[in-house]
């Protein structure tokens, strides 16, 4: 494990063909890609992120809460790594791979984007979570978002998700109060991302849970026809949180897209 004061990694293994940073989804930490790793080409270096005020990236960044300040945190892990680099993001850590592409744009060969959006939030989806930030600040506590465990594998197998639900609820519950209210508020001031995916013409992957509430097909694949260079898979039997429900699955998709790279 490696910190600078506000961001933790974890490097899995350093590999002759590159390096894969993983991003993880809110609000949990880069233990969600720990089944996928092992299945990933050898060859290739995978490092996961614990995002700011997540995992052990505890301590709240003292600027206003944006996905942009993470993504600037990131930016010299990136340039600091030898060869090519390749940033996969599921949901929330898309969005940060998104503000990646506006600063870093140039030094990644391939971005994977899961479960996520090129939209901002709505006022009445940005409202909510702002809502919910100052509940969970107010109760010093992440009892608001515990409900996220069940409510985001595939609802038509939730009766053989117990595992995965109760590992994600574990995840949840030993996050920091703050860093998920920090979080929610960056998340709520993001902005489109249209505009750069639209830009970005090197490799991408998109991939998507079958039951997916949250990022639905059609926003999928609207993001997936944005990227002039991308690939959409759906991945079966998986709702939101498909590196978590799916790992092999989601493993050989990423398998396929980085050793055609
Ligand atoms: C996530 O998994 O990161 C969340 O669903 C992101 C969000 O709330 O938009």
Do not use: C
């Not at 750069?196 to 097909?217: F, I, K, N, T, Y």
């Amino acid at each position: 494990m490696m910190a600078n004061e506000a961001l933790v990694t974890h490097t899995y293994r350093s590999g002759t063909a590159g390096t894969l940073v993983l991003l993880h989804g809110f609000p949990v930490d880069s233990r969600m890609w720990d089944a996928v790793v092992p299945h990933l080409p050898q060859q290739w270096g995978v490092m996961a992120v614990d995002l700011p005020g997540l995992g052990h990236s505890r301590g709240v960044l003292p600027q206003p809460p944006s996905l942009a300040s993470s993504a600037q945190l990131i930016v010299p892990l990136i340039d600091a790594l030898p060869g090519r680099v390749v940033v996969a993001g599921l949901s929330m850590g898309g969005y940060v791979t998104m503000e990646l592409l506006r600063r870093a744009g140039d030094r990644l060969a391939g971005v994977v984007f899961l479960d996520t959006k090129a939209e901002a939030d709505t006022p009445a989806a940005a409202a909510k979570r702002l809502e919910v930030a100052d509940q969970v600040e107010r109760e010093a506590s992440v009892s608001a978002v515990l409900g996220m465990a069940a409510a985001t594998v595939a609802q038509p197998l939730r009766a053989d998700r117990d595992r995965e639900v109760a590992l994600l609820a574990q995840w949840i519950s030993e996050q920091d109060p703050a860093g998920v209210a920090w979080s929610q508020r960056a998340m709520a001031s993001r902005d489109d991302s249209f505009d750069v995916v639209r830009g970005w013409d090197r490799p991408a992957l998109v991939l998507r849970g079958e039951h997916d509430a949250q990022s639905d097909d059609q926003v999928m694949r609207a993001l997936a026809q944005a990227l002039p260079n991308a690939r959409f898979v759906e991945i079966p039997a998986a709702g939101h949180m498909t590196a978590v429900e799916q790992p092999g699955a989601v493993a050989r998709e990423v398998t396929r897209f980085l050793v055609g790279l």
